[in-house]
């Protein structure tokens, strides 16, 4: 099992025990200061870090060596001159993609033996139009298709086409100076060579652009790869999507699930610096 630690900008390796309690094998420094995701692929591992700001971060590799340590590999660090987001394998571990908050941009680099090519092999940017809040992407899933790879990517919609909060009063709970467009998630196909193209753009938790979920933070892919779920955290509900074989999406149920305890049990107010803002 392989931990991150913002405390302490490390990477806890630890071993599952059989009556599953967990015992440290070792730590070691991640690449930046905030460490905030982990892919594995076999023996190799990346993570995603974060700087001083939204400006900085990037992704390192490591390798789990023969005697059960996490090694950094030297080199290895990949300077994306912003904040990551969430960092993944591609289905055969041949590529990494990453996505980064505020730039809205995905990128994909190859996997060069144990470490990273040194710039992407490819990029692409979120779905953008100008009525629309710039695309923030959080979490995603990779699944597989007959071309390669899909690639789904959660959306959260809280910052105007000019990067601003929206002041708005009472609309959401959380929240309640500001207001947010409705969520999304965007599907992309991923080549064999790492190339990433655009299937379904922007894609609503919702039936409009306001009124919508919102924060969409979060998605599953079911085992089956046909069902895609969301999780809204500022809606405090699921939404369901259906995915085709090519992993393009639709929305299925906008309120699959909502918990309206949230109404009921307000915790304090966010602020644009719970989110890195």
């Not at 460490?35 to 971060?57: C, E, F, K, L, Y």
């Not at 085992?223 to 969301?230: E, P, S, V």
């Given at each position: 099992?392989?931990?991150?630690?913002?405390?302490?900008?490390?990477?806890?390796?630890?071993?599952?025990?059989?009556?599953?309690?967990?015992?440290?094998?070792?730590?070691?420094?991640?690449?930046?200061?905030?460490?905030?995701s982990i892919?594995?692929?076999?023996?190799?591992?990346?993570?995603?870090?974060?700087?001083?700001?939204?400006?900085?971060?990037?992704?390192?590799?490591?390798?789990?060596?023969?005697?059960?340590?996490?090694?950094?590999?030297?080199?290895?660090?990949?300077?994306?001159?912003?904040?990551?987001?969430?960092?993944?394998?591609?289905?055969?571990?041949?590529?990494?993609?990453?996505?980064?908050?505020?730039?809205?941009?995905?990128?994909?680099?190859?996997?060069?033996?144990?470490?990273?090519?040194?710039?992407?092999?490819?990029?692409?940017?979120?779905?953008?139009?100008?009525?629309?809040?710039?695309?923030?992407?959080?979490?995603?899933?990779?699944?597989?298709?007959?071309?390669?790879?899909?690639?789904?990517?959660?959306?959260?919609?809280?910052?105007?086409?000019?990067?601003?909060?929206?002041?708005?009063?009472?609309?959401?709970?959380?929240?309640?100076?500001?207001?947010?467009?409705?969520?999304?998630?965007?599907?992309?196909?991923?080549?064999?060579?790492?190339?990433?193209?655009?299937?379904?753009?922007?894609?609503?938790?919702?039936?409009?652009?306001?009124?919508?979920?919102?924060?969409?933070?979060?998605?599953?892919?079911?085992?089956?790869?046909?069902?895609?779920?969301?999780?809204?955290?500022?809606?405090?509900?699921?939404?369901?999507?259906?995915v085709d074989?090519?992993?393009?999406?639709?929305?299925?149920?906008?309120?699959?699930?909502?918990d309206k305890?949230?109404?009921?049990?307000?915790?304090?107010?966010?602020?644009?610096?719970?989110?890195?803002?």
């Amino acid at each position: 099992m392989l931990a991150v630690n913002a405390g302490d900008a490390s990477v806890s390796l630890l071993q599952v025990n059989r009556d599953y309690s967990l015992t440290l094998v070792n730590k070691a420094k991640s690449g930046n200061r905030f460490p905030v995701s982990i892919a594995t692929s076999g023996r190799q591992v990346v993570v995603a870090s974060v700087g001083d700001d939204n400006n900085h971060g990037g992704i390192s590799a490591y390798v789990i060596d023969d005697d059960g340590w996490l090694a950094e590999v030297p080199g290895s660090y990949r300077d994306l001159a912003a904040r990551p987001s969430t960092v993944m394998f591609s289905p055969k571990g041949r590529h990494v993609i990453v996505n980064e908050l505020v730039t809205g941009k995905i990128k994909v680099f190859s996997v060069d033996g144990n470490t990273l090519s040194k710039a992407p092999v490819s990029v692409v940017e979120s779905p953008r139009s100008d009525n629309r809040f710039q695309a923030m992407p959080v979490g995603f899933a990779v699944g597989r298709n007959p071309l390669g790879g899909v690639v789904l990517m959660s959306e959260a919609r809280f910052l105007t086409p000019d990067f601003k909060l929206r002041e708005d009063h009472g609309v959401v709970a959380q929240m309640p100076k500001y207001s947010w467009q409705t969520g999304s998630v965007s599907s992309y196909r991923l080549g064999g060579d790492g190339r990433i193209s655009l299937l379904s753009a922007d894609v609503l938790t919702g039936q409009d652009i306001e009124g919508g979920e919102i924060a969409n933070c979060w998605v599953v892919l079911s085992a089956d790869q046909k069902t895609l779920w969301a999780a809204n955290a500022l809606s405090s509900s699921i939404s369901t999507y259906d995915v085709d074989d090519k992993g393009a999406v639709k929305l299925r149920n906008a309120r699959a699930y909502k918990d309206k305890s949230e109404l009921l049990n307000r915790r304090r107010p966010l602020s644009g610096n719970d989110f890195g803002l």
